[in-house]
T-cell receptor, first 112, second 117 residues
């Protein structure tokens, strides 16, 4: 079974800081890895998708990297803003039924 | 922009009652997913449909949960009878289900928050 771990579980930073969120997974035979944002009591919003053949993807202030061989991905957020406060989840897609396996998320608080 | 629709947004019920959730995926999306998310945890897949067929329901408690997607479009998830431990957020997602799985992105609905008293 695929295990997905996200560290840290919670993070509090002052506005303007650059930060890195981590995601690790046990089985490197994945199709892709997706980063999501979840606001309290809401659904998930897709941020970035990295295919297994790619090393990184960028969208605005967000950059996600993937190292399949070591089972790791990072989400880099540049110049953080209070509006970035949310829970960030990573999910990997693998397996016979192409399932998505989620981590428990990192709860980010950006202080004004 | 097309979105995944879910209803109701909130549901409060007493244990042993029946509840049902509805999901309408993005038009043209062949794959539909139902997830359960307990507070503080990541979503866990309950059932996955490809068109009208179930391709994975290994984590669905089949003694009380059922799901259907009769015409391969919208879907219903039912719980009967509800138990206290079923209190959670129920999320529906859809994806195109393209042949190249590496590019297949999931899009989520707003979820249904279930509270069982």
């Amino acid at each position: 079974k695929q295990e997905v771990t996200q560290i840290p579980a919670a993070l509090s930073v002052p506005e303007g800081e650059n930060l890195v969120l981590n995601c690790s997974f046990t089985d490197s035979a994945i199709y892709n890895l997706q980063w999501f944002r979840q606001d309290p009591g809401k659904g998930l919003t897709s941020l970035l998708l990295i295919q297994s053949s790619q090393r990184e993807q960028t969208s605005g202030r967000l950059n996600a990297s993937l190292d399949k061989s070591s089972g790791r991905s990072t989400l880099y957020i540049a110049a953080s803003q209070p509006g970035d406060s949310a829970t960030y989840l990573c999910a990997v897609r693998k397996g016979n039924f192409n399932k998505f396996y989620f981590g428990s998320g990192t709860k980010l608080n950006v202080k004004p | 922009e097309a979105e995944v629709a879910q209803s109701p947004r909130y549901k409060i019920t007493e244990k042993s009652q029946a509840v049902a959730f509805w999901c309408d995926p993005i038009s043209g999306h062949a794959t539909l997913y139902w997830y359960r998310q307990i507070l503080g945890q990541g979503p866990e897949l309950l059932v996955q449909f490809q068109d009208e067929s179930v391709v994975d329901d290994s984590q669905l408690p089949k003694d009380r949960f059922s799901a259907e997607r009769l015409k391969g479009v919208d879907s219903t998830l039912k719980i009967q009878p509800a138990e206290l431990g079923d209190s959670a957020m129920y999320l529906c997602a859809s994806s195109r289900g393209v042949a190249q799985l590496g590019t297949d992105t999931q899009y989520f609905g707003p979820g249904t928050r279930l509270t069982v008293l």
